[in-house]
């Protein structure tokens, strides 16, 4: 895939960027050695190569996924101005 003038300028009005004219060659040479790049990429062969997480092998902390109520919710509720039960109080507001 090769970028021509006009799309450069179209990448640069859909990013709402600035480029004067005298940019964009230079931003055409760029975006085409980055198309380049990421078309050499998609040549290596990662058949039988399974995903990764890191690029250092590592399992991930779990924890037991129970339901609490955290255990502070006096501490939550302790600078409202009214409460009940752990829960916030606020005024009616529709009639």
Known sequence: MSVDAATVRRIAHL?????A???????????????????QLSEVDVTGVEPMTSVTPMAMKK????VTDGG???????????????F?????VVE
């Open 15 to 19: 990013a709402r960027i600035a480029v």
């Open 21 to 39: 004219d005298e940019e964009v060659e230079h931003l055409k040479g760029e975006l085409n050695a980055m198309l380049a790049f990421v078309e």
């Open 63 to 66: 924890r037991v996924d129970e």
């Open 72 to 86: 502070i919710a006096e501490d939550i509720v302790r600078n409202a101005p009214a409460t009940e039960d752990n």
């Open 88 to 92: 916030f109080l606020v005024p009616k």
